[in-house]
């Protein structure tokens, strides 16, 4: 058994590399960009998360061309009991067939989860699934995600998805009328929220919603705002978690990052200190975020925030990237190469351990 499901296994390992570009350095919370093994990887317990606030706020192990994800056996990990397993995808900006490049990208990501073994519990969809917010692009969207061969799709809503229509088409199709939302897996608690709810901009300029969406999707445009959970969410986020005692394990999706990262460009959520003023009890938080289409990490006192690379296009790291401690930068995307500085990430969460592993596609495009 175990040895048909390896035959079927992505080769990670075994793929013709291309030439290696200089190692992009992520590393405050210790973790590095490996050139050789073409992944953001890092493992830490459970009990880490508390571990790594207490002492150095960093991770624990490093991925290296000869140990760490790529050569864990799957077929062992599967075997773990309570093991909950689900993979990210972020900001595909699928523009319908007028640019079938941004099909290309997400179809990549769809078909390397398909190919895991094991295959993820689910997904999670970490917004800008869409790049105008209109209907034939979400359905051109829907399309290439009804290939993915999991149980269940989660979604929380970008920017680009909600200004159009101010999230009609989103709450109706994607998440069913259903955001904020929360689930169980294995012990663990899982929330989504409705992270980009921008101040109003629109009314008193009798803006068209082409014009706010238009503005709405530009990160630096200086009409806006910043995003905001706002009260009625955070007293929503208050009351879901109320249940929890402070050791059970917490995570949150939310579209932009869950702290001050770079105003200027709106990587940024205004009242995110007040989020964290509820989370602050638990001993074990991971804040997921997309939007900065980036590998980029923060620990704030026991939370520990991820942000990831999409399938749409890279942005450079901010200015404020340094300030936050980090060293490197990514390497310069190349637009000639249909899969650059772009990728997936996926978790483990197990009993004893949390494992990250971003599939970034720089050095190795995909081959599914
Ligand atoms: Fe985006
Ligand atoms: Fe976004």
Redesign the pocket.
């Given at each position: 058994m175990n040895r048909l499901i390896k035959k079927k296994m992505i080769p990670w390992d075994q793929r013709a590399g291309d030439p290696l570009i200089p190692a992009t350095g992520i590393a405050a919370g210790g973790t590095l960009f490996d050139p050789l093994a073409n992944v953001m990887s890092k493992r830490m317990t459970r009990r880490g998360f508390l571990t790594a606030t207490a002492l150095t706020g960093a991770t624990v192990l490093l991925a290296s061309a000869k140990s760490g994800l790529l050569d864990l056996p799957y077929a062992e990990a599967a075997a773990q009991a309570g093991t909950v397993r689900f993979a990210l995808i972020a900001?595909s900006h699928t523009m319908g067939a007028k640019n079938p490049r941004m099909k290309s990208r997400l179809s990549a990501a769809v078909n390397e989860v398909n190919a895991l073994i094991p295959r993820p519990d689910w997904v999670i969809y970490m917004?800008?699934a869409v790049h105008d917010g209109s209907e034939d692009q979400f359905k051109y969207f829907e399309e290439i995600m009804a290939g993915l061969q999991v149980k269940k799709v989660y979604y929380v809503p970008?920017?680009?998805d909600w200004y159009l229509d101010m999230g009609n088409y989103y709450m109706k199709n994607m998440v069913k009328g259903r955001l904020p939302w929360s689930f169980d897996d294995k012990g663990v608690h899982f929330v989504g929220l409705n992270g980009?709810l921008y101040p109003d901009f629109w009314t008193v300029r009798k803006l068209s919603p082409q014009e706010r969406m238009n503005i709405a999707g530009t990160l630096n445009h200086p009409m806006l705002g910043p995003f905001t959970l706002g009260r009625e969410q955070l007293d929503w986020l208050e009351k879901d978690l109320s249940r929890f005692g402070n050791d059970a394990p917490v995570v949150i999706f939310t579209?932009?990052p869950l702290y001050h990262y770079y105003r200027p460009w709106n990587f940024w959520t205004e009242d995110a200190p007040e989020a964290h003023e509820i989370l602050k009890r638990f001993k074990s938080v991971h804040v997921l975020h997309?939007?900065v289409h980036q590998t980029v990490q923060n620990r704030i006192d026991n939370i520990q925030v991820i942000g990831h690379v999409s399938t749409a296009w890279p942005h450079p790291y901010p200015p404020a990237y340094h300030t936050l401690g980090l060293t490197g930068q990514m390497p310069r995307s190349d637009p000639s190469k249909l899969y650059d500085g772009l990728g997936w990430a996926r978790y483990e969460l197990g009993e004893r351990e949390v494992k990250h592993e971003d599939i970034v596609w720089t050095l190795r495009p995909p081959k599914v």
């Open positions: 900001d917004g800008d970008g920017e680009h980009i579209h932009p997309g939007h």
